[in-house]
């Protein structure tokens, strides 16, 4: 079982410009979870998908969206970066009837 | 409100004990949770409990709940090396989906 395994490891984007991160989660789990981690702070819970609907947001703005696919993998798209996008996104998996969820080695995103 | 505080950084010696604390504010906390993060890594599930429960032991690591307090620690026995990581304190609330409440993490610094 390769675990949650999220796509690409680092990423340099231009302020202004798009990115779309990739997670594809824990084989059984069917709940995915998109989390920032700015440096030295704990991650922040920006939204949860299940049944390839959002179930759950965080506080953050409409330029974080995502999509959850049949196969129960995700993507998290951002829109005209900022610097304060800066950080490591995390995704986590989860099963909707168990507790816990188990985090992918994320995605570094620098905005330059 | 939602707050899970943590105080910032300890340092023990290596084969002592360690005791990472952890405060929360909100009532409805269902799990608390403590997460592992080592360098350029992804976030490491190491245990939970139940809120109704006051104590939980998993070979070296023994979690406490003083749920009056609102008050969580973690409990490390015969501290390593590779223990030297930080150590997130989290809770999941009732109605919340599995959504992950963290603390800013505590640096744990293990010397010879």
């Known amino acids: 079982d390769a675990g949650v395994t999220q796509s690409p490891t680092h990423l340099i984007k231009t302020r202004g410009q798009q990115v779309t991160l990739r997670c594809s989660p824990k084989?059984?789990?069917?709940?995915v979870s998109w989390y920032q981690q700015a440096l030295g702070q704990g991650p922040q819970f920006i939204f949860q998908y299940y049944e390839e609907e959002e179930r759950q947001r965080g506080n953050f703005p409409d330029r974080f969206s995502g999509h959850q696919f049949p196969n129960y993998s995700s993507e998290l798209n951002v829109n005209a970066l900022l610097l304060g996008d800066s950080a490591l996104y995390l995704c986590?998996?989860?099963?909707?009837?168990?507790?816990?969820?188990?985090f992918g080695q994320g995605t570094r995103l620098t905005v330059v | 409100g939602e707050d899970v505080e943590q105080s910032l950084f300890l340092s023990v010696r290596e084969g002592d004990s360690s005791v990472i604390n952890c405060t929360y504010t909100d009532s409805s906390s269902t799990y608390l949770y403590w997460y592992k993060q080592e360098p350029g890594a992804g976030l490491q599930l190491l245990t939970y409990i139940f809120s109704n429960m006051d104590m939980k032991q998993d070979q070296r690591l023994t979690v406490l709940l003083n749920k009056k307090d609102k008050h969580l620690s973690l409990r490390i026995a015969d501290t390593q090396t590779g223990d030297s990581a930080i150590y997130f304190c989290?809770?999941?609330?009732?109605?919340?989906?599995?959504?992950?409440?963290f603390g800013a993490g505590t640096r744990l610094a293990v010397h010879p």
């Open positions: 084989s059984g789990h069917d709940t």
């Open positions: 989290a809770e999941t609330l009732s109605g919340g989906y599995n959504k992950l409440i």
């Open positions: 986590a998996s989860s099963r909707d009837t168990e507790k816990g969820a188990f």
